[in-house]
């Protein structure tokens, strides 16, 4: 009850590896087994802009959109499974290039909640966008703020790929 005070994702941090977690963080279910073995011990980079948002915000204004803008329970398992199957990675679902506007609808399509935050996180699209043109990358985020990560970023280039996030800041 305490980390659901302290903020939706906390209880993220509380569990030894990958979760489903659902509603405000109070719903939480374990991945089973044979998906979860799939995301063990694989590197992930997580990023966070210097500027933040406001989730109570962002769900405001999603909420508003009544719900038309929330996926359906079944959507979201189907899109779990699809994503378990390709072992996180996104980039083979876009199904080649896409422009700016395509990837806008096809993040918003892992996380409902992200055309709220990238309308007051104006940097989040063109940066993310970036990482997917100059590497191929379809960076996530993390839950409903601006966090985001990317499972298995690429040894070799690190550190360009990591100045070029942080030329975004």
């Keep these: 009850v305490l980390a659901q005070q ?3 994702d906390v209880p993220l941090f509380l569990y030894p590896g990958p979760i489903e977690m659902r ?4 719903c939480i279910m ?3 087994a044979e998906v979860r073995s799939r995301f063990l011990h694989r590197p992930v980079l997580i990023f966070k802009p210097t500027v933040g948002s406001d989730t109570a ?3 405001a204004r999603m909420g508003a959109q009544g719900p038309s803008a929330y996926c359906s329970v079944a959507q979201a398992q189907a899109d779990l499974a699809l994503w378990a199957s390709q072992e996180g990675r996104l980039a083979p679902l876009l199904g080649g290039r896409a422009g700016p506007d395509a990837f806008h609808s096809f993040l918003a399509r892992w996380n409902t909640l992200w055309p ?3 309308l007051e ?3 989040l699209l063109p940066l993310l966008y970036a990482l997917y043109c100059e590497y191929g990358l379809v960076p996530q985020m993390s839950g409903s703020g ?3 990560f990317l499972l298995d970023p690429p040894a070799e280039g690190l550190t360009e790929l990591v100045a070029l996030i942080r030329s975004f800041w």
């Design 121 to 123: 996180v104006p940097i």
């Design 57 to 59: 915000q962002a769900f």
């Design 146 to 148: 601006t966090a985001c």
């Design 6 to 8: 302290l903020g939706a």
């Design 23 to 26: 509603g405000l963080g109070e």
């Design 116 to 118: 709220f935050v990238a």
């Design 30 to 32: 374990p991945l089973p």
